[in-house]
Nanobody, 126 residues
Framework: QVQLVESGGGLVQAGGSLRLSCAAS????????MGWFRQASGKEREIVAV????????YHTTSVKGRFTISRDNAKNTVYLQMNSLKPEDTAVYYC???????????????????WGQGTQVTVSS
């Protein structure tokens, strides 16, 4: 089992930047695909970005492509989400998640993930 703890959220003006971190403890971090999801108030949870176990392959959803970057440091058991050029519509609770079993592709659906963090609030003011 793995425990995930997000940090780095907060209030920022539109156009600003934040870097989210997700620290993992427990079993071998490098054996998990890692994803970032977000859920805005009154909306369904959506995928933001995914990174493969080695970090060699990433996926970013269209709405954040070119603005957000997912990365990981397996030596530090941490996955990051660098968020630049933030917009008010990026306001949401951001969750990191760990996928233990998927092979051959990067999982994008929440049900494919085995472990979740508690979430961190990101608020972007206009």
């Amino acid at each position: 089992q793995v425990q995930l703890v997000e940090s780095g959220g907060g209030l920022v003006q539109a156009g600003g930047s934040l870097r989210l971190s997700c620290a993992a403890s427990g079993q071998t971090f490098s054996s998990y695909n890692m994803g970032w999801f977000r859920q805005a108030s009154g909306k369904e949870r959506e995928i933001v970005a995914v990174i493969s176990r080695s970090g060699s392959t990433t996926y970013h959803t269209t709405s954040v492509k070119g603005r957000f970057t997912i990365s990981r440091d397996n030596a530090k058991n941490t996955v990051y989400l660098q968020m630049n050029s933030l917009k008010p519509e990026d306001t949401a609770v951001y969750y990191c998640a760990a996928d233990r079993t998927t092979l051959g592709y990067l999982p994008r659906a929440g049900h494919e993930y085995d472990y979740w963090g508690q979430g961190t609030q990101v608020t972007v003011s206009s």
